[in-house]
DNA sequence: TATATATCCTACCAAATTAGTAGGGATTAA
DNA sequence: TTAATCCCTACTAATTTGGTAGGATATATA
């Protein structure tokens, strides 16, 4: 599961895209409307300015843009940053690899598998990306 | 990522799935040969028969057998045993779901997407069983 | 029936992770 | 110069994870 983390990250995004080409959003604005603790949602946007998706801008009409358009920002990424691996194991992690001790991954049945269910959930999650998810909302 | 706990779970079945049709295999057994701290593995093992997965047998010549045939046990079940949800939010999860609150789910976008992700992963693990698991060992 | 062999049950524990909060520092517009 | 705004470091409580300890219970067999 996405940690609280990781959904606040999504519902700032989502509330960015919509603004997207406007002007700069202060975090309290963020954190009014989607209903994120303002002190948390401020770690969580420095985050996303450090991985390269955001920029800001200081003082007085400053605040929080994004930094690339809704559709060049796809979910997988999103989770990487705040969340995390995707993969169900660290040895089929694209970015996230660790060999697994005791194990032989050239002929283990079980990371096998989970190397076909993550091509599947990244399959989506590669191609899904903002601007989808706000064209959805209805 | 599944927990360590998971692994477990799936390196037992693995081991049983391997003995199947033949005696009951001893905990101390399948903790010697999948590297599996005994009493950690006692406590899994539990688990998996009290959903219904495993059969047990006590006192000498006791052990655990597997209560349904390889082909019948698929991924997803054994996941939702030991580690909980697939899906990536409560309010898409089959059998674990929550409403989220401050969130229409009729319109929110990001349920959309990740409902779409679940459907995905779940093709995969509701689709791949033990048997898929030990006949891809090479 | 006694004994050795197994699983089963309850409880505990340390380390890591999650979900925040506190308080002030740095930068910028006007 | 000052008010507005983001930025940084540190702390904390609650929960989850990854186990361990010790004995209770059931069973095969002599």
Redesign the pocket.
């Known amino acids: 599961m996405l940690?609280?983390?990781t959904q606040y990250a999504f519902k700032a995004l989502e509330y960015l895209a919509q603004q997207h080409g406007k002007d700069p959003v202060?975090?309290?604005n963020i954190s009014i409307h989607q209903k994120i603790?303002?002190?948390?949602l401020?770690?969580i946007?420095?985050e996303l300015?450090n991985a390269g998706l955001l920029e800001?801008?200081?003082?007085?009409?400053?605040?929080?843009m994004l930094k690339v358009a809704p559709k060049n920002i796809n979910l997988a990424t999103v989770i990487r940053i705040i969340n995390g691996p995707i993969a169900l194991l660290p040895c089929v992690s694209l970015n996230f690899y660790e060999k697994c001790k005791d194990c032989n991954e050239e002929t283990c049945g079980m990371r096998k598998m989970m190397l076909i269910a993550r091509d599947a959930t990244l399959r989506i999650l590669e191609k899904k990306t903002l601007e989808d998810m706000i064209k959805n909302e209805v």
Chains 1, 2 share one sequence.
């Open positions: 940690s609280k983390k202060k975090i309290s603790p303002l002190k948390f401020e770690n946007l420095v300015k800001s801008k200081k003082g007085k009409g400053g605040g929080y």
